[in-house]
Structure formats: C-alpha cells, structure tokens
C-alpha cells in the first residue's frame, strides 16, 4: 500500500528528470524501509538523501525523493495521532 501511495505522490513530477521514473520510486521505496527500521525516521531520511547526493543524483531528483518520503512518514503520523485519539 505504501509503494502504490508513493507512486501517486510521483505521478505529477516534473518529467525533465536525470532519473527515471522507476530509480525514484526505487529510491522512495528504499529510504522508506530504511525510516521504518531506523531508531529516527528524519535522521534515516538525510542520511540517504546525503547517500543520493554523493552518487551525483540532481538536486531536483533528490528533493523529489524527499518530498515523497515526507508526504508518507507525514500520513502516517497522521494516521497514528488519530488512532490515539479514538
């Protein structure tokens, strides 16, 4: 459910990308796993975006990976804050 959420959420991107669609997705998808195993989900996600960074992914293509991962971490807190409340 959550990788078919993420490629909603890549739908609208910009199509002058270095990378395809599906190395974002992959991209998306591996930081995810990693902020669900990691102690600090935000920490997790610089740390893998500074990965991208280093591999010469574009400026653009790694914000792109941010925002998604943001907008399914976001939903998620979300979803938890409103379980607690019932």
Do not use: H
Request: negative net charge.
């Amino acid at each position: 459910m959550i990788a078919e959420y993420a490629t909603a959420l890549l739908m609208g991107c910009d199509k002058l990308s270095d990378k395809p669609e599906s190395s974002i997705r992959a991209a998306v998808k591996e930081c995810l796993a990693r902020c669900y195993r990691g102690n600090t989900p935000l920490g997790e996600l610089a740390q893998f975006l500074g990965e991208l960074r280093a591999q010469g992914w574009s400026d653009s293509d790694v914000r792109k990976v941010e925002s998604a991962v943001r907008k399914v971490l976001a939903g998620i807190v979300s979803d938890d804050d409103n379980r607690g409340a019932s």
